[in-house]
């Protein structure tokens, strides 16, 4: 699945559009990383805590989206976007948003990516974009 931000994907051409595809999570942050990370912010900085639920999540709602363009027969999204909000000022969503199409390679660099990915079956960097509900479970091994 190529995911791209930009409307277009240099080197292939939009056959089909499948319209707009998203993933969506909500997290709570548990009260022993809340507890860490408040006393992290009295200092400034970074806060490893929340900068991993953070990605966590994203990594969810990016793995649903993807799930949810495959269910409709794409190969790409187009157009990803994030967006995130606060429920009830306890809870964060994220949501991951884009249009799923199907693509075809058209130059000689598209043709070559393009079986690459079809061979590993997603593209390398997509190996993190699986559904992990826990911040303590173990990785995602899919």
């Known amino acids: 699945?190529?995911?791209v931000t930009s409307n277009d994907i240099p080197g292939y051409e939009v056959l089909a559009v499948y319209g707009e595809v998203f993933g969506v999570t909500v997290r709570a942050r548990n009260v022993g990383a809340g507890f860490t990370a408040s006393f992290?912010?009295?200092g400034g900085g970074e806060?490893?805590?929340?900068?991993?639920?953070?990605l966590q999540s994203?990594?969810?709602?990016?793995?649903?989206?993807?799930y949810q363009a495959q269910q409709r027969g794409a190969n790409a999204i187009t157009a990803m976007r994030f967006d995130n909000g606060e429920i009830a000022g306890r809870w964060?969503?994220?949501c991951a948003y884009g249009t799923a199409v199907w693509v075809a390679p058209v130059s000689d660099a598209a043709k070559q990516q393009y079986e690459a990915l079809v061979a590993a079956g997603r593209m390398?960097?997509?190996q993190q974009y699986a559904t992990n509900i826990s911040e303590y479970g173990p990785p995602p091994s899919h």
């Open 47 to 54: 806060i490893p805590e929340m900068t991993t639920l953070l």
């Open 1 to 3: 699945m190529l995911v």
């Open 92 to 94: 964060t969503e994220i």
């Open 58 to 66: 994203r990594n969810e709602a990016m793995g649903r989206m993807i």
């Open 124 to 126: 390398p960097h997509q």
């Open 40 to 42: 992290r912010s009295i």
